[in-house]
């Protein structure tokens, strides 16, 4: 099946064409800076000029960067205060008459796509997809099954501050750290972690997984980890089978 998978992050919002049976890109990216401020009004305009850019009429899976029940947004997260509560596929659908929206979490549709077709293919026990960006998203999975809505970027770091503000790619690039200094940031979370869940393995996401070789090394957790098959893309792809799975 053919569906529209967008990504809403708080940087860009990205979009393709996916092949919701094999995971794969069926189009060229598109991708629109986030408006800032990212105000619904805003977002949902710039929905709308993806939509037209596909000249898509189908349904539309989205991923939205917060805590998402039944397409609607629990909790403000990095996109402020006006998104809480709001019914986020009705907004997207008010814009675009003719597309259905299946709207989810972030972190939570990027690991559909890693445990369907990516690094968490078959993988039994607890596989946790963490996402670094301008937040931290986990995504976990219990024998291929998905438990929705784990926030694990919000555990708090002992210097008080919630983690996702001490080990987001956003900080890295924010405090100049080296991907070593970062990675051991990493590190400490993914081993504070272990000792919360015992995870059978983690898979990292993100625009930074694409530099996964050069600061695996930094990794000393023990649990297999591995970057994310579908890199950045992984969640526009999870949105497209999310959207697939619901609109049957
Ligand atoms: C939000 C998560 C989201 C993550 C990545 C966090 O701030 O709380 O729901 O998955 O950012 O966007």
Redesign the pocket.
Known sequence: MKILGIDI??TGIKAAIVDTLTGELLTERHRIPTPKPAKPKAVAKVIKEIVTHFDWKGPVGCCF???IVDGQCK?T??MGESWMNLKVDALFKKECEENTFYVS???DLAGLAEINFGAGKGVKGKVFVI?F??????GLFYNGQLIPNV?L??IYHTNGEII?RYAADSVRKRESLSLKEWAKRVDAYLKHVKILHTPSMYILGGGISKKFDKFKEHLTVDVPVEAAKFKNNAGIIGAAIYASKKSK
């Open positions: 992050g708080g960067p917060t805590i909790h997260g990095n979490n972030d972190a996402t960006g301008t937040g931290i998203g986990s926030e970027g919000h996702e």
